[in-house]
């Protein structure tokens, strides 16, 4: 499935499924991926004037991280689901 094809039911009935370190897991995930595309917004915003190799770089990899666990995370559910 499409990890961006996903219903709130679906994730719900994946994380009632999986075992209490399997939803730590999870969740640390989501946090991780929350983190980047957190970084991305700080440099966007002008805070980060000194990252390497540009300001616009940085938060641009930092974006992409971002997504990609965060698409990734939501994958780990829906194909449980």
């Avoid at 897991?25 to 980047?36: I, Q, S």
């Avoid at 957190?38 to 966007?44: K, P």
């Amino acid at each position: 499935m499409n990890a961006l094809a996903f219903r709130s039911a679906d994730v719900l009935a994946a994380l009632a499924q999986m075992d209490s370190d399997e939803r730590t897991e999870w969740v640390a995930l989501v946090k991780r991926a929350a983190a980047n595309l957190s970084n991305a917004e700080y440099a966007w915003a002008g805070n980060a004037p000194d990252a390497q190799p540009d300001p616009d770089t940085w938060a641009a990899n930092f974006f992409w991280l971002g997504t990609y666990q965060l698409a990734h995370a939501l994958e780990q559910v829906t194909q449980e689901a």
